[in-house]
């Protein structure tokens, strides 16, 4: 498939293990920010997003920190699996519903 | 399946000339946006409508022009193509909640 980019950072992690994926972003009026999951040769999936009056959120094997003081964003992944080895991008919405992406982290999960 | 549709799935074209790419949204979205994936730039927003409407416009060249139908799809034109439009498009449509779903992706190729 694609590569969605040949100068991505990479996090390389064991199977079974937690990954913490992290983002800084740029707008402090940003109210809405999403962490998206993009495997080669696929259009970006929706993982799980936060709303800035929050600072937690979780989902499945999924959870997002907010840290609004120091505008980071994480995204932690409980027991990765194989099937989580992919490209991640976080995107904060500003200005509407108009999303800016981060520039994305490439998780390879080792069997 | 983001239930997000986009044709074609891969264009070559040569440099100067016009290309239409088309998006269907998912069932019930009223908003549509593109968005450009090229290996330096990361992930682009370029341009939303919503029920017809032009709503937010991102990055967008003077030679690149969309539109959204009554039907809702959406055609995204790029014209006097350069080699440096080579890049993966997507659409995106979005439901009233914010959550945007993207489809698979145009993989255009500028020869």
């Known amino acids: 498939g694609e590569s969605v980019g040949l100068h991505l950072p990479t996090l390389s992690v064991q199977e079974g293990d937690n990954s913490i994926i992290n983002c800084a972003y740029s707008?402090?009026?940003?109210?809405?920010f999403i962490w998206y999951k993009q495997e080669s040769g696929k259009g970006p999936q929706f993982i799980i997003d936060?709303?800035?009056?929050?600072d937690k959120r979780q989902g499945q094997r999924v959870t997002v920190l907010l840290n609004k003081t120091v505008k980071h964003l994480s995204l932690q992944i409980a027991a990765t699996q194989p099937g989580d080895s992919a490209v991640y991008f976080c995107?904060?919405?500003?200005?509407?519903?108009?999303?800016?992406f981060g520039g994305g982290t490439r998780l390879m999960v080792k069997p | 399946d983001s239930g997000v549709t986009q044709t074609p799935k891969h264009l070559i074209t040569a440099t100067g000339q016009r290309v239409t790419l088309r998006c269907s949204p998912r069932?019930?979205?009223?908003?549509v946006y593109w968005y450009q994936q090229s290996l330096d730039q990361g992930l682009q927003f370029l341009i939303q409508?919503?029920?017809?409407?032009?709503?937010a416009k991102g990055n967008i060249l003077e030679r690149f022009s969309a539109q959204q139908f009554p039907d809702l799809h959406s055609e995204l034109n790029l014209s006097s193509l350069e080699l440096g439009d080579s890049a993966l498009y997507f659409c995106a449509s979005s439901d009233p909640m914010d959550e945007q779903y993207f489809g698979p992706g145009t993989r255009l190729t500028v020869t």
């Open positions: 995107a904060e919405n500003n200005a509407g519903n108009m999303l800016t």
């Open positions: 069932s019930g979205d009223l908003s």
């Open positions: 409508y919503y029920n017809g409407e032009e709503r």
């Open positions: 936060i709303r800035s009056n929050m």
């Open positions: 707008n402090s009026a940003s109210d809405y």
